[in-house]
């Protein structure tokens, strides 16, 4: 067996002119985990869908850790890179796209979200596992969270450093994404995402950091569980409705609202918020400063008029905890606006997407925010 020095040398040498033998060096460090099973004696068909990120990239050399190139290695070298997936359940590989995943959009997230409800529909599949970029997988996991029709584990995975690096995070992420998705624990959990041993809720879960492979907290309420042993350790769960809970189907859809992000801060006007007017979108998220004030009159004004042209507006924070209390900062009511409770802004935007395919009643809409 490959002790870790050994193999970091050879990472060294080799890395950077073969990236995808080098993914193959990883295998050593998992040759001795033991398998699991979802029920004794009987594996788990785990799918796993790729759409591209870091988790899929490739560095010029094995310490490149920034300025590589994302989404570029296949599905299939991804699940050859760790062997003992083979042991822990009966994976399939499907390349659904491959993005950076600051690509990501509304098409995007419609193919994925129907690719996923088509496969757990399925007898012969028991839990996804979606490799993603970790740059906007809080808003896919959230947007899956809240339209996929099943109990089964859905479970997105990522990385911080590309495949070729040295202690490249993916193959351990992938192999924990595999074994949660396949477990028992897992079922009825809603959307999870699972990197660095921890795991955590969809709604929740955030990027802290730009580069560090600790990135993905769920602020003050905590994250869910560990992955130990090879296995899940749950011991909290949100009490938000998600999956078959909700009213959201995307199946029928081609296309979602145009919902967009205004940020609050010192000095700002009225400019972005009458460009989006312009440009004639449906919802507005207005990512406010602290508990949700705003900025008046520079800002407030350009809010009322939107709303009475039919924009849906909701107040989130740029602080990144806590609640924007409905009547708090502004007069909700009366004029009409929502307020995201916890939601960040960017998860805002998603179910505010998800609630305009539905009503554009205001009361309906705050009543979802309350309730997703
Ligand atoms: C991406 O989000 O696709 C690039 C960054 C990453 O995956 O960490």
Redesign the pocket.
């Known amino acids: 067996m490959l002790t870790r020095a050994k193999l970091r040398l050879m990472q060294n040498h080799r890395m950077h002119r073969q990236p995808l033998a080098a993914i193959g060096m990883f295998i050593a460090l998992f040759v001795w985990a033991p398998g699991h099973a979802k029920d004794a004696g009987k594996l788990a068909n785990v799918m796993i869908l790729a759409t591209?990120?870091?988790?899929a990239?490739t560095g010029t050399t094995s310490t490149t850790a920034v300025g590589y190139t994302?989404?570029t290695v296949g599905i299939e070298a991804l699940i050859e890179a760790v062997p003992n997936l083979k042991k822990v359940a009966n994976v399939t590989g499907e390349q659904v796209f491959q993005i950076?995943?600051?690509n990501m959009n509304n098409d995007y997230w419609l193919k994925l979200a129907k690719r996923v409800n088509t496969l757990l529909a399925q007898n012969d599949v028991d839990g996804i596992v979606i490799t993603h970029?970790?740059?906007?997988i809080e808003e896919t996991a959230y947007f899956l969270n809240l339209v996929v029709k099943s109990q089964k584990p859905v479970v997105i995975v990522?990385?911080?450093r590309p495949s070729t690096a040295i202690s490249a995070d993916g193959p351990i992420n992938l192999y924990n994404a595999v074994i949660l998705a396949g477990s028992k624990a897992a079922v009825g959990k809603g959307v999870l995402v699972s990197l660095n041993d921890q795991i955590n809720g969809a709604r929740d879960v955030t990027k802290t950091n730009t580069s560090t492979a600790d990135t993905f907290r769920t602020p003050e309420l905590g994250f869910l569980g560990y992955m130990q042993d090879n296995r899940p350790h749950f011991y909290r769960e949100s009490t938000r409705k998600k999956t078959i809970d909700t009213e959201f189907d995307i199946m029928n859809l081609d296309s979602l609202p145009r919902v967009d992000i205004v940020y609050g801060y010192a000095n700002e006007d009225r400019v972005a918020i009458d460009a989006f007017v312009a440009a004639g979108a449906n919802g507005r998220v207005h990512a406010v400063v602290g508990d949700g004030s705003l900025a008046r009159p520079a800002v407030e004004p350009a809010l009322i008029e939107a709303r009475k042209r039919g924009m849906v507006i909701v107040r989130s924070s740029r602080v990144g905890n806590g609640i924007v209390a409905r009547n708090g900062e502004a007069k909700d009511d009366e004029l009409d606006f929502v307020v995201s409770d916890t939601l960040n802004p960017q998860k805002a935007r998603v179910l505010l997407m998800l609630a305009l395919t539905k009503t554009s009643d205001t009361k309906e809409i705050q009543r979802m925010f309350y309730t997703y």
């Not at 591209?52 to 988790?55: A, P, S």
């Not at 970029?133 to 906007?136: A, E, F, I, K, N």
């Open positions: 591209g990120g870091t988790i990239g994302a989404a950076a995943s600051e970029g970790t740059d906007t990522g990385a911080m």
